[in-house]
């Protein structure tokens, strides 16, 4: 019994990887600025995203994880040197969480369901 406990608190406490974004295929982060305007990605199986940013521009780009993160590298409208990366948050629909923007901005990010 203590063995089971045991392994139970280990295994909570792995870092968080790919299998924790399933949630987010098929459905919309919603990031919302400081500002009120809001983004939207759109995490695809496989390593790819898109985007429609706050002015409404749209980016396309790839995936990946790291270190219990998720790095994004954006390839379209214009591929950008590097990649931006952020923590990965467990949950399903309606998680919501503080992040920091690529901007250095703070933003409130939610996982809503659809496209």
Do not use: H
Not at 40 to 66: I, K, N, T, Y
């Amino acid at each position: 019994m203590l063995s089971a406990l045991i392994v139970a608190a280990v295994l909570s406490q792995t870092q968080p990887g790919e299998a924790d974004l399933a949630p987010a295929f098929g459905n919309t982060l919603l990031s919302t600025y400081p500002d009120g305007r809001t983004a939207r990605m759109w995490l695809q199986e496989g390593g790819r995203f898109e985007g429609r940013g706050r002015r409404g521009g749209l980016s396309s780009g790839v995936w990946r994880v790291r270190d219990g993160q998720v790095c994004f590298s954006q390839r379209r409208p214009i591929p950008l040197p590097g990649s931006f990366c952020t923590p990965i948050v467990r949950g399903g629909i309606g998680t919501s969480w503080t992040a920091r923007a690529v901007t250095g901005e703070t933003i409130r990010v939610e996982l809503v369901a659809g496209r």
